[in-house]
């Protein structure tokens, strides 16, 4: 008699690797003035692009405002987007945060500092910080990453 092959089950573990950086900052400018300071202090090109659109668990639609950077050799490739729509947050976990900063790749340690530290030193911005991948989960991942 032919003995059954056993199905055996592996676990992968998370390698923590992610094909974006994400930083949330904080300014009271409106979004094309920090645009406009960006795209000077960062040397990129962020140009207004068509709004992030949400609904929520009513099926309101909210807006929040979205700038992009065109994407060539050399450049990088990043999203500007308004937390705020109204009274109504993208993230709202996140309260304090004005805009986010998302860059369409994983940067080293090392650049992501120094993408910090400017971001920090422009003169617009009150604060800045790096928002690490664990920190977000579920609706509000989805939000800012898999819809930009």
């Not at 993230?91 to 500092?113: A, T």
Request: glycine share 4%; aromatic share 4%; net charge positive.
């Amino acid at each position: 008699m032919k003995e059954k092959s056993r199905i055996r089950r592996v676990r992968l573990k998370n390698s923590g690797i992610h094909h974006w950086t994400l930083f949330g900052i904080v300014s009271s400018e409106p979004d094309y003035r920090l645009s406009l300071a960006l795209n000077r202090k960062l040397e990129i090109s962020l140009k207004s692009s068509s709004p992030q659109i949400i609904h929520d668990d009513k099926d309101a639609e909210m807006s929040f405002s979205k700038f992009s950077s065109s994407s060539g050799p050399g450049k990088m490739n990043c999203n500007l987007v308004s937390n705020r729509s109204g009274k109504s947050l993208l993230v709202r976990k996140m309260k304090s945060i004005d805009y986010f900063l998302l860059i369409h790749e994983s940067l080293e340690e090392k650049e992501s500092d120094l993408l910090l530290k400017s971001l920090r030193e422009t003169e617009c911005i009150t604060a800045a910080l790096k928002i690490e991948a664990g920190t977000l989960k579920g609706k509000d991942l989805k939000n800012i990453i898999h819809q930009i």
